[in-house]
């Protein structure tokens, strides 16, 4: 579903800032991986994310979503077939537009726009549906500004923004590391329900070890611009945090030194 | 005094049409444009031009439209193109237009005496020709009264179904949140572009209908034109209503006309008119302060309204 060939980005490059967030990397996932990808601060996770998404040029290599390589192809136009999950809860909602409108938005993507209504009274009702899915009472407030609601409940609302047309792939850039953790542990069940349910392809960046470990079927470590650990499957359920810090150090001869990941 | 207030109607309703296309770009788009000083002058110079060659006035000012809608797109371009800061692309649109308007209009200015404008139609018409406002002396007041009310209603209906279609909401998304318009798909820079042409279209054809109104169209007019339009803009904001987008559009207009009168009314208690520019600059940072000022001014409202309780609290702190 994903391919990932040896992409490579430097950031300033030339001068003193240079920073190589992504050496060399290549993953590939299939189609319903449910991915988690953990690493401490600079390790090229949210990179990686940004290059398959678009925000980002690659320096070198290419990616290929669903057969498709998008490596060329601007962000906006790549949009149709992902599903994106921002860390900042402002970040990927309007927040001057109702939540209806930002639905709307949503199911647009991909598709072309024209000088139809920008929501018709059919899509009021499913999306009316689908905020019941999320339990926060969301469905009788259609029509309010998303301005006026938590940043777990806009959240929330982007996951459903992000999954509401099967996107061929679901990013998740830590999106519920701004949430406090009553809220993030409720946005993080509502992504694995939306995940399973709908058998999407997800790739989900995480501080949390116990997140990463607990969720999909897949954990990949990063750390200095570099793929560190791939984990599937049976091995994975078995994993620990423990294991996990063991075998970090031993494949990179260092101390995991990201007290947010460890403390969370 | 009603020739006053009719004429601060008349010019209000001609200006809001100006309003309207800033608040798309200033409130919509989160973007200063600055192209509309040029625009407004290029609309006005277009209009006359024709005119003044005997072409039919609704056709000048459709001409008007276009001519704005082109200055609209090249600002468009510099920024979403060739990455210039919005507000210095509409910096270098505006003085391009100095030179380009100067071209259009052949000289500083053009008379439009005598000649049949987009009003004639309506001066002949004879429910407004009647004796009631040749008595109160506002017959040449009413044609462009009419007209502008036909035109401001026609463009907030325009714009109101535009803004509630597909691409409309793209282009309110990308000024409200543009990361977020890309992710859903929405080629923001388009829509920035769509945004600044539709703006200086309506700015245009505000200057085409000032021009005709005042019988002349002069190169100096765009001067200092983005602030009127800001403070007409804020004004409406301020004072009426602005729940719904619709209501919004209104709003706009009775601040455009809610700012003639003020005028008018500064002018009448004999302010020197030389001054105008200075006032109005001053209205409107006062206006855009405003929020500031509040935020200071809250601990002061709340002790004189908390009155005699608050001290008490203090002191038993």
């Known amino acids: 579903m994903l391919s990932v060939s040896r992409v490579y980005k430097t950031f300033n490059i030339g001068t003193v800032n240079e920073k190589k967030a992504l050496k060399n990397i290549c993953l590939h996932l299939k189609e319903g991986d449910f991915v988690t990808l953990i690493g401490g601060n600079g390790s090229g996770k949210s990179t990686l994310l940004n290059c398959i998404a678009g925000v980002y040029d690659v320096d070198e290599g290419s ?38 409108e930002n639905l709307a938005l949503a199911y647009r993507r991909g598709k072309k726009r024209t000088f139809k209504w920008g929501i ?36 929330a609302l982007t996951l459903l923004m992000a999954t509401l047309n099967q996107p061929k792939l679901l990013l998740l850039d830590e999106h519920t590391a701004a949430l406090d953790p009553k809220t993030a542990v409720k946005v993080l069940e509502l992504t694995n329900k939306f995940v399973t349910e709908g058998n999407l392809t997800t790739l989900m960046v995480t501080h949390n070890m116990r997140d990463a470990i607990k969720y999909g079927n897949r954990l990949i470590m990063m750390h200095d611009g570099r793929i560190l650990l791939d984990i ?9 945090v423990e294991d996990l810090l063991q075998r970090f150090g031993q494949a990179s001869g260092e101390e995991f030194a990201s007290d947010r990941a460890l403390l969370a | 005094m009603l020739q006053i207030i009719l004429g601060a109607l008349m010019l209000g309703l001609l200006w809001a049409i100006m309003t309207i296309g800033i ?29 003044y060659g005997g072409v039919n006035p609704y ?43 100067l071209r259009i209009l ?41 007209l502008g009310i036909i035109v401001v209603l026609g463009i907030i209906t325009i714009l109101y179904w535009f803004f509630g279609t597909e691409i409309g909401c793209s282009i309110r998304a990308t000024g409200d949140n543009p990361q977020m318009s890309r992710a859903q798909g929405i080629n923001t820079n388009n829509m920035i572009v ?8 309506l700015v245009a054809v505000s200057g085409a209908l000032i021009a005709q109104q005042q019988s002349f169209a002069d190169i100096q007019m765009g001067t200092g034109s983005i602030v009127i339009g800001l403070a007409s803009a804020i004004i409406g904001e301020v004072l009426f209503s602005k729940r719904s987008f619709f209501s919004r559009l209104v709003s706009l207009v009775f601040g455009a006309i809610t700012y003639r009168v003020i005028i008018a009314l500064v002018l009448k208690m004999g302010m020197p008119a030389n001054d105008l520019k200075l006032f109005t600059a001053i209205t409107v940072a006062v206006a855009l302060a405003l929020p500031e000022f509040s935020s200071y001014l809250r601990p002061i409202t709340k002790s004189i309204r908390g009155g005699a309780s608050g001290a008490i609290r203090k002191q038993s702190l």
């Open chain 1, 63 to 100: 990616i290929i979503i669903d057969g498709a390589d998008v490596t060329k192809i601007p962000e906006h136009k790549r949009a149709g077939i992902l599903g994106r999950v921002f860390q900042d809860p402002m970040v990927g909602t309007a927040a001057n537009m109702g939540i209806e």
């Open chain 1, 120 to 155: 018709t009274n059919k899509e009021r009702e499913l999306y009316k549906e689908m905020l019941s899915q999320l339990g926060l009472g969301l469905e009788n407030r259609l029509s309010d500004k998303v301005g006026l609601l938590s940043g777990g409940q806009r959240q």
């Open chain 1, 232 to 240: 599937k499957n049976e091995a994975k359920q078995k994993l620990t």
């Open chain 2, 23 to 51: 608040y798309i770009t200033y409130r919509i788009l989160g973007i200063a444009d600055l192209t509309v000083e040029g625009s407004i002058a290029m609309g006005a110079a277009i209009a006359a031009n024709c005119i």
């Open chain 2, 59 to 101: 056709l000048a000012t459709f001409l008007a439209l276009l001519g704005g809608m082109a200055s609209g797109l090249c600002t468009g371009l510099l920024h979403t193109k060739l990455k210039i800061p919005s507000l210095l692309s509409g910096i270098l649109t505006m003085i391009a237009l100095y030179s380009i308007n």
């Open chain 2, 106 to 146: 052949g000289k500083a200015n053009v008379s439009l005496l005598r000649m049949d404008t987009v009003y004639t139609i309506f001066l002949k018409m004879s429910f407004l020709n009647n004796n009631l406002f040749v008595k109160l002396g506002i017959t040449h007041l009413m044609p462009v009264i009419v």
């Open chain 2, 194 to 201: 769509i945004g600044l042409i539709i703006s200086n279209g």
